[in-house]
């Protein structure tokens, strides 16, 4: 449990950091990023809540939520960044 | 952990095609204060430490039985024996449809925002000689991993990144659709896997079940055929979104007459 | 039988595809996607009203291990409002969007923001929610796009981070309450959740990232530009329904879920930020130049009168009383999302026919466009809280539920708020009813001017009479924790 244990922290410490530029960085594409950083740890939570010791099978519920949850984090970047990039393409006009 | 990987690496190819349009555009929402940074790193700091306990008591001090041994108990009834598809498919199929309705409209979004970029040059013989294995390489791999997602992990996200991969290296080596097609037929891969999903859990309705309720000897098959699908959405919106806005075409359907495309 | 429920969010979703198939076809489709939307939350309603909340276990599967979807009160009145206000706004909107080479995207995402809005009001799962809550941020956000300009689409990605940040919030939560609790599903939970330190920390987590969605102040700051900014009947949406999605789950966390869990000082510190907000947002709309930022300021004060009753609901011990608080709280949310929207497709037909949205510039509107001032007219009716609107009664029960609870603090802000919202609304009336030729005389379409009229009269007038009704479906409840 100690392993799962330390995974899900290191997630935790992510989840603030990615929040943190998410409010701090003035760059939007740090910001985007920031976000990233965030789902990840969260995903990073939610894989070692999956574990529940070397004899026992994993949970599978959470796994399935990971994948669903990056799918959905991997649109929301690419709205982010082709809405970024149309902005930057508009300050060039 | 394989799912992880996969999509840390395609957000990360996301965000580095930003860094490849060089700086942001100047979006500076409020200059930050020195009081304000200190606040948000205090702010962060006291919720790591709070998460931080909760997992500690959650996973360490005092962990609760979850779901998995009623997912395991039940895997024998969903069709597939790989837990994992049973989930996303079976038990709570409900939300991997909406969230193929989420890429869908955020692969909108992208295409009301701009236009695509530019292609790039027509590549040389050596990296052509690779492409021509190297496609269908992928897209062998990608078949196998939808194949396989009922034992093994694999399914149709994954089978749909190694896809939309497959037209990654396509648009790179100098083909500007990245294998995808135009018009009618391009809408129609981005409704398909919606499209059989909602069918299927509804079709399944006529027969006095549940909606998504599988009939027991054809559950297998219909996850099967809903995998495909989406697989082919999937990976049609990520070299969509690769492309970075609508291709030329897209309005086309909508306005000009253009009776052959939507008959064929 | 039970499959009724799928309805809401099947038949837009499937017209969303069908919309998307055919381009040219897309307005036909669109609009009746959205009729048929609206018939089956109808369907929905008439079997709540004759034999309480109903439950469907997606798959076949137990709640838990599936997802199940549940209607009761509060869900089935947010589906009421969200399937009526989006069949005037899509009348409206055949009109607005017919020549724009945009329409068929706007069309597709369109019926994907009501599948979101109906999924998100029927999920029993919290899992399931956050998918929800970001199909609703993404679809919302690409319609605010929709308008083109520079302003728009910077309005729109600080939407976009905004919303995203609260929704990973809303996820953290929910990653918590899986490791404490085992289960996802929310009736399980309302039995499970008690006080702790798990539940804490989820609590603040899930709430922080919905208060980021519904702009209470002072996380308020994205949503002037944002909706002011967007086509007008995207903005009626937006301000309409959007917000009140946040709002709602907000509710079903604090009043069900959690119950046992919220204390009296952390609900006093959201009641604190509602008025501050009611204050702050009507100030700012009084000052605003334009009708539709008016309009958006005047949502962010709104939105604060909502979060002032949850010091109060807090303070009452639950039964009559309390559903008493909360039918009028749904009843205010109600009449403001009638009101809201008839408002701002109001300004989208001033804004088509005069070419700019200055309030000091509207001086003829009501000469050339009678109906659409006339909305205005009514629409600020229910916006300031005058008989007989439904936010009349629904305040009316807010200060008695003040006088109940001793919460005297409350009164004040109630009192200056509905002056102010008085004095705004009237300054607009005042230019719009002057004469002038800032609105030259026009052919008016119905098709624009009727939606939103028929809008207004419901929040005036309807809700006004059925209020009874508001108060009698609100407290069925599908979650242990509201109705033990």
């Known amino acids: 449990m100690t392993q799962a244990l330390i995974y899900a922290l290191t997630g935790a410490v992510l989840f603030m950091l990615g929040v943190r530029s998410t409010l701090l960085r003035d760059s939007l594409l740090a910001r985007i990023l920031g976000l990233n950083v965030s789902g990840a740890g969260i995903f990073l939570i939610f894989v070692s809540l999956a574990y529940r010791g070397d004899s026992m099978p994993t949970d599978p519920i959470p796994h399935a939520l990971v994948l669903t949850g990056l ?16 902005l930057r393409e508009m300050d060039d006009e | 952990m394989a799912e992880a990987a996969i999509g840390a690496g395609l957000s990360g190819a996301l965000l580095l095609i930003a860094l490849r349009d060089e700086t942001d555009s100047n979006l500076t929402a409020l200059k930050v204060s020195q009081v304000t940074r200190w606040l948000v790193d205090l702010f962060s700091l006291i919720m790591t430490v709070l998460i931080g306990w909760v997992l500690w008591l959650t996973i360490y001090v005092e962990p609760v039985e979850r779901l998995a041994p009623l997912a395991n108990a039940m895997l024998e009834h969903s069709g597939v024996s790989n837990p994992v598809t049973a989930v996303l498919l079976n038990y709570r ?172 | 039988m039970n499959n009724l429920l799928i309805w809401p969010v099947a038949l837009p979703l499937l017209s969303a595809l069908l919309a998307l198939l055919w381009p040219r076809r897309s307005t036909w489709i669109g609009v009746a996607g959205t009729g048929l939307s609206l018939s089956a939350v109808l369907l929905v309603s008439r079997q709540v009203v004759e034999s309480g909340s109903i439950e469907l276990a997606l798959g076949g599967w137990a709640p838990g291990l599936g997802i199940a979807l549940r209607v009761d009160g509060l869900s089935l009145l947010m589906l009421l409002m969200s399937s009526l206000v989006a069949m005037a706004v899509a009348v409206y909107s055949s009109v607005y969007f017919s020549d724009s080479e945009r329409r068929g995207e706007f069309w597709v995402l369109w019926l994907l923001l009501i599948t979101a809005l109906h999924a998100l009001f029927l999920s029993g799962d919290l899992f399931n929610l956050y998918v929800t809550l970001e199909l609703l941020g993404l679809s919302a956000v690409v319609l605010a796009c929709l308008g083109g300009s520079r302003a728009s689409l910077q309005a729109a990605l600080r939407y976009l981070v905004l919303g995203l940040l609260g929704s990973l919030a809303f ?18 939970l309302g039995d499970a959740i008690e006080a ?103 949502t962010v004060a709104q939105l604060g009168y909502l979060f002032l009753f949850l010091p109060l609901l807090a303070a009452i011990p639950e039964g009559e009383g309390r559903d008493l608080a909360l039918g009028a709280l749904v009843l205010l949310a109600l009449t403001h999302g009638f009101a809201k929207s008839a408002f701002f497709l109001a300004a989208g037909v001033i804004m088509q026919r005069a070419g700019h949205d200055r309030i000091a510039e509207l001086g003829g509107t009501a000469r050339a466009l009678p109906v659409t001032a006339f909305t205005i007219a009514l629409a600020g009716v229910a916006l300031i809280g005058l008989p007989p609107s439904g936010s009349f009664l629904a305040k009316w029960q807010l200060l008695s539920t003040v006088f109940v609870t001793g919460q005297w603090l409350w009164l004040p802000v109630i009192a200056v708020g509905t002056l102010l919202a008085g004095a705004y609304i009237f300054r607009l009336l005042g230019h719009a009813f002057a004469p002038g030729e800032g609105v030259g005389p026009s052919l008016s379409v119905g098709r624009e001017e009727i939606p939103a009229v028929l809008l207004a009269l419901i929040a005036t007038l309807l809700l006004g009479f059925w209020a009874a009704e508001v108060w009698e479906l609100v407290p069925i409840s599908a979650y242990a924790g509201g109705e033990a």
């Open chain 3, 171 to 188: 996820l953290m939560g929910v990653a918590l309450i899986y490791a404490g609790y085992g289960t996802l599903d929310m009736a399980a």
């Open chain 2, 93 to 264: 199929g409900y939300d991997t449809l909406l969230e193929l309705v989420v890429v869908l409209a955020a692969v909108l979004g992208v295409m009301v925002v701009g236009r695509e970029r530019r292609g790039y040059r027509q590549a040389g013989p050596v990296f052509c000689g690779l492409v021509h294995w190297l496609v269908p390489l992928l897209i062998v791999t990608a078949g196998y991993l939808l194949w396989i997602g009922a034992h093994t992990p694999g399914g149709a996200f994954q089978a749909g990144a190694t896809l939309a991969a497959a037209g990654i290296v396509l648009r790179l080596a100098g083909n500007d659709a990245a294998g995808l097609p135009e018009g009618m037929w391009l809408r129609w891969l981005l409704v398909a896997g919606i499209g059989l999903f909602l069918t299927v859990g509804l079709g399944v309705t006529l027969n006095d079940g549940q909606f998504l309720q599988y009939p027991k000897a054809w559950s297998g098959t219909l996850i099967l055929l809903i995998e495909s699908a989406a697989t082919a959405s999937i990976a049609a919106a990520l070299v969509l979104a690769y492309r970075g806005g609508r291709p030329d075409g897209w309005l086309s359907v909508a306005d000009k007459d253009n009776d052959r495309e939507v008959s064929s």
């Open chain 1, 71 to 86: 799918v959905v984090a991997i649109s929301a970047t690419a709205l982010a960044l082709a809405l970024n990039r149309r």
């Open chain 3, 196 to 298: 702790g330190p798990t539940a804490w920390v989820a609590l603040s987590l899930m709430t922080g990232g919905l208060l980021i969605k519904s702009a209470l102040f002072p996380l308020h700051f994205w949503l002037p530009p944002a909706h002011a900014n967007a086509p007008a009947p995207v903005s009626a949406v937006l301000s309409a329904l959007v917000v009140k999605a946040a709002l709602y789950l907000i509710l079903r966390l604090w009043l069900e879920l959690f119950d046992g869990v919220v204390t009296q000082a952390s609900a006093m510190i959201i009641g604190v930020l509602g008025a501050v907000a009611v204050l702050w947002g009507s100030w700012a709309a009084l000052q605003a130049q334009r009708l539709k930022l008016m309009a958006a300021y005047s």
